[in-house]
């Protein structure tokens, strides 16, 4: 690990203020990405700036939406009797991912900034161009068995390796930030993940000093009503083949509105829109639900080692919905 300069500050706008005067500085939380890349110098900072004194660390409930603090970690998040009750998918997203340990220590924030786990991209003796741009991509012709089946480019297939995001996606959560001047922004979920196109290495929506202060999720009444699913070669501490994050709005036998958000195949968080479409109206059936599965895979390029991922997560999504829809009954 390269020396770099450790700083803490009392202000969200002073630490934005010293990251963005740094072009090599980072923000630290909970470290369970960013010290992993630093010790094997994928990252390698010059200025760390420490944002756990900043008092991001509260969930404020109210009748039309959360407001989960950029600082709570995974655990406090799942656990917290209102996300449980209001957005099990989320509380069930976050809970397959890891390990106590980690989510006892992973933020919020940090798990929607955390990186690839492709790796390439780890190994700084490969070709990679989300860590070196222009370099290449080892993946399109390596053992790519992880690797993403949508939002892929000639220049990236690297996967978003975060379960919690998948159901921040599906909820329409909203990210807000800090600029270095003091002025904020809110950025809806689904624009915050870039996918890689021409330019890989810009994986979100964010400047460089930008610093993400809380995440808003609306109250959603028909979230009471999902699940998430999650397909892995064993049953923890491991990351998704694919998974599934559902909201099934019914009446009765019938199909109000759906949603859709697809993990461990796509490049960012993936939403389905298309696919949740076409089940408003239908009848909450298994055929009706692999109706959706074909729509939502439509656009999937396989590799030699990942194209049974384009069936597995067709499944996913099948049992995820029939799962929702057991439950609601």
Same mark, same amino acid.
């Given at each position: ?27 630290? /939380? ?15 900072? +010059?200025?760390?700036? +420490? ?17 989960? =603090? ?12 209102? @996300? ?7 509380? &069930? /997203?976050?809970? #397959? ?11 919020? =924030? ?37 690797? %993403?089946?949508? *939002?892929? #480019? ?8 975060? !379960?919690?995001?998948?159901?921040? /996606?599906?909820?329409?959560? !909203?990210?807000?930030? @800090?600029?270095?001047? *003091? ?10 993940? $870039? ?15 930008? $610093?993400?202060?809380?995440? @808003? ?8 009503? #999902? ?17 599934? %994050?559902? @909201?099934?709005?019914? +009446? ?32 909450? #059936? ?5 109706? /959706?599965? &074909? ?8 590799? &030699? ?25």
């Amino acid at each position: 690990m390269k020396k770099f300069t450790f700083e803490r500050f009392a202000r969200a706008t002073d630490a934005a203020t010293a990251v963005a005067a740094r072009p090599a500085a980072m923000f630290l /939380a909970g470290g369970t990405t960013l010290v992993d890349l630093m010790k094997i110098d994928v990252l390698t900072p +010059d200025t760390v700036v +420490d944002v756990r004194p900043l008092r991001l660390s509260r969930i404020d409930v109210s009748d039309n939406a959360i407001t989960v =603090g950029a600082a709570i970690t995974n655990s406090q998040l799942a656990w917290h009797p209102v @996300v449980r009750d209001r957005f099990p998918v989320l509380s &069930e /997203a976050i809970l #397959s991912g890891a390990t106590t340990q980690i989510r006892n220590m992973a933020t919020v =924030g940090g798990n929607i900034l955390q990186r690839t786990r492709c790796p390439y991209f780890r190994d700084v003796h490969a070709s990679c161009n989300r860590r070196q741009p222009g370099s290449g991509c080892d993946a399109l012709d390596g053992f790519n068995r992880g690797h %993403a089946v949508l *939002g892929v #480019s000639e220049h990236c297939i690297a996967t978003h390796p975060s !379960d919690m995001c998948v159901a921040m /996606a599906v909820l329409d959560a !909203d990210v807000h930030t @800090v600029r270095a001047d *003091g002025t904020t922004r809110s950025i809806p979920f689904g624009d915050f993940h $870039l996918a890689p196109g021409d330019t890989p290495h810009i994986e979100v929506a964010l400047d460089h000093g930008e $610093l993400i202060t809380h995440i @808003v999720i609306s109250n959603l009444p028909a979230a009471c009503c #999902s699940h998430y699913l999650k397909v892995r070669d064993r049953a923890s501490y491991e990351f998704a083949l694919a998974s599934a %994050a559902v @909201v099934l709005d019914l +009446d009765g036998d019938t199909i109000r509105a759906a949603r859709l958000g697809l993990g461990g195949i796509a490049t960012k968080p993936w939403r389905a829109t298309e696919a949740e479409q076409s089940l408003t109206g239908r009848k909450a #059936s298994d055929a009706t639900f692999r109706d /959706a599965a &074909e729509i939502a895979l439509a656009g999937a390029v396989g590799r &030699e080692h990942n194209h049974f991922k384009i069936e597995l997560v067709k499944r996913a999504i099948v049992r995820a919905f029939a799962n929702a829809r057991e439950a609601k009954v």
